[in-house]
């Protein structure tokens, strides 16, 4: 079936380091969405990355759709960037799946 | 901008009634909607999806007896969930896409707790 798995589940950080963050998906994607969401529950779009490398602030997304992969890089993370980082893709069939998500934490 | 509201933000139901969520998206067309369920500790699960001008389509576990559907425009959707019990308790979630752009909007949910 159409998978989306996203790794690592947890990641633990010091503030100033940089994460990166994996999406890999069983069919081919017509998009990918990175979202953030808060602890309270809310989804932010972080990023909207069919293929190829896109950049905003300080993340930056790599998706290679021939290997059914996309990463999400975070540079210099604050402790502000703690929470979960979730992959979600669109499938041909306009269906809509998200990844288990990669929940980060960053230490001061 | 494009937004996807979604009313009530939290509400509380007791087991066996049941509770109607409203979706609305602003700004844009919305060709597609989706609605999940994110249970406690769990990502989200995609309940169904609603295209404009095609049935409804359920994920396997979630039927339109349980969760009835109504999207009866580009810009608005709601759900029910009936007879609610504790494993419908939740973060539901609309998602709407814009099909000109490409583009996933997502709402800020509707939190269901279950007495």
């Known amino acids: 079936g159409q998978q989306v798995q996203q790794s690592p589940a947890s990641l633990v950080l010091q503030e100033g380091e940089n994460a990166e963050l994996q999406c890999n998906f069983s069919?081919?994607?017509?998009?990918l969405q990175w979202f953030y969401q808060s602890p309270g529950g809310s989804l932010v779009s972080l990023l909207s990355n069919p293929s190829g490398t896109k950049h905003t602030g300080r993340l930056t997304s790599t998706t290679v759709t021939k290997e059914r992969r996309s990463s999400l890089h975070i540079s210099s993370s604050q402790t502000t960037d703690s929470g979960t980082y979730l992959c979600?893709?669109?499938?041909?069939?306009?269906?809509?799946?998200f990844g288990d998500g990669t929940q980060l934490v960053v230490k001061p | 901008g494009a937004l996807v509201y979604q009313y009530p933000r939290r509400t509380i139901c007791k087991s066996g009634t049941s509770m109607r969520m409203e979706c609305q998206a602003v700004g844009f067309q919305a060709t597609s909607v989706a609605w999940y369920r994110q249970s406690p500790q769990k990502t989200f699960e995609l309940i169904a999806l609603?295209?404009?001008?095609?049935?409804?389509?359920?994920e396997q576990n979630f039927t339109q007896e349980k969760f009835p559907i109504s999207h009866p425009n580009l810009s608005f959707s709601s759900m029910t969930v009936l007879n609610a019990y504790l494993e419908d308790r939740g973060l539901y979630l609309c998602g709407a896409r814009d099909g000109t752009k490409n583009t996933l909007y997502f709402g800020a949910g509707t939190r269901l707790s279950v007495l």
């Open positions: 069919s081919t994607a017509t998009q």
């Open positions: 979600a893709i669109v499938w041909s069939n306009n269906r809509i799946f």
């Open positions: 609603s295209t404009v001008n095609s049935a409804i389509k359920y």
